[in-house]
């Protein structure tokens, strides 16, 4: 079956460490995001990518970084500089970077810094 | 600037009624509408879409409406099934670019 995979489920990070979060697909979407969602906030956009070796700054990318070497993964860093992190983190895919034929959203990585 | 807006961010109906979610958007520019609904430590779903050339889409139980003049859509879910309770988020593109999302409402169906 085709979809999309975010790991690990839960990940517990100490502050000043940067940690990542895995999204890999194989649905042979061109399009990924990174979503964040907190509580009364809804879907704020991290980074997204639209082509292999090429990735955008979405509304809140401060503290975080990217990479985009294979079609089918798109790996988040949360870098130490990232003030707040701890979040519900979701990855997105679609098929052509316009966004009408709809997202396919991975199931999440909670993030939580102990 | 919150573009895509959810104003009630919870709503709470009995089994059989109708649900009513509300969302309302400022750039005039959005041209293509979609709800996704997620449940707790899952990701979002899509669950119906409409173009800005229509008013009106229905699909089984679910219809979206349309009103481009007021900037304003909302998803009918009738009749209400416990199962359907979750957070419903709406969206909305320009042009075929990426998606903007509200806040979400939560949605409780009681038994």
């Known amino acids: 079956d085709g979809g999309i995979t975010q790991s690990p489920k839960y990940l517990f990070r100490k502050e000043g460490q940067n940690v990542t979060l895995s999204c890999e697909q194989n649905?042979?979407?061109?399009?990924m995001y990174w979503y964040r969602q907190d509580p009364g906030q809804g879907l704020r956009l991290i980074y997204y990518s639209q082509i292999v070796n090429d990735f955008q700054k979405g509304d809140i990318a401060e503290g975080y970084s990217v990479s985009r070497e294979k079609k089918e993964s798109f790996p988040l860093t949360v870098t130490s500089a990232q003030k707040n992190p701890t979040a519900f983190y979701l990855c997105?895919?679609?098929?052509?970077?316009?966004?009408?034929?709809?997202?396919?959203f991975g199931s999440g990585t909670r993030l939580t810094v102990v | 600037d919150q573009q895509v807006k959810q104003n009630s961010p919870s709503l709470s109906v009995q089994e059989g009624r109708i649900s009513i979610l509300n969302c309302d958007y400022t750039n005039s520019m959005f041209d293509y509408f979609l709800w996704y609904k997620k449940y707790p430590a899952e990701g979002p779903t899509f669950l119906i879409s409409?173009?800005?050339?229509?008013d009106k889409n229905e699909d089984g139980r679910f219809t979206v409406f349309l009103n481009k003049s007021a900037k304003h859509l909302s998803l009918h879910i009738v009749p209400s099934q416990p199962g359907d309770s979750a957070v419903y988020f709406c969206?909305?593109?320009?042009?075929?670019?990426?998606?903007?999302f509200g806040e979400g409402t939560q949605l409780t169906v009681n038994p």
């Open positions: 997105a895919s679609s098929i052509l970077p316009g966004s009408s034929y709809g997202y396919t």
């Open positions: 409409i173009s800005s050339i229509k």
């Open positions: 969206a909305a593109s320009d042009r075929g670019s990426r998606l903007t």
């Open positions: 649905l042979n979407h061109d399009a």
